[in-house]
């Protein structure tokens, strides 16, 4: 069983950047693939970014390319997400996600575990 807990959310004007944490108990890092997703105001869960369970293989939506990236720390149990240049439609609650030996998946039935989510509001 693994924990997820996202933290590093907050309320940024646009242009500015964050960097999003999801800390593992109960498991490491170096074993499950792992994946960012958010959920906008009224619309459904989207995929943001993915790496694989051995750190490598990253996967980006279209619409954060070249602005997010998506990194590991095996040593400290957590997976980052460094969110540059952010955008008003970057606004959502922010949530990551594990599979055991996963890849780097963009879709969210392809995990298992989940965090309860960080909020992250982008102001123009």
């Known amino acids: 069983q693994v924990q997820l807990v996202e933290s590093g959310g907050g309320l940024v004007q646009a242009g500015a950047s964050l960097r999003l944490s999801c800390a593992a108990s109960?498991?490491?890092?170096?074993?499950?693939?792992t994946g960012w997703f958010r959920q906008p105001p009224g619309k459904e869960r989207e995929f943001v970014a993915a790496?694989?369970?051995?750190?490598?293989?990253?996967n980006y939506a279209d619409s954060v390319k070249g602005r997010f990236t998506i990194s590991r720390d095996n040593a400290k149990t957590t997976v980052f997400l460094q969110m540059n240049n952010l955008k008003p439609e970057d606004t959502a609650v922010y949530y990551c996600a594990a599979k055991y030996y996963g890849g780097s998946y963009s879709r969210a039935y392809e995990y298992d575990y989940w965090g309860q989510g960080t909020q992250v509001t982008v102001s123009s």
């Open positions: 790496i694989n369970w051995s750190g490598g293989s990253p």
């Open positions: 109960g498991g490491a890092f170096s074993t499950h693939g």
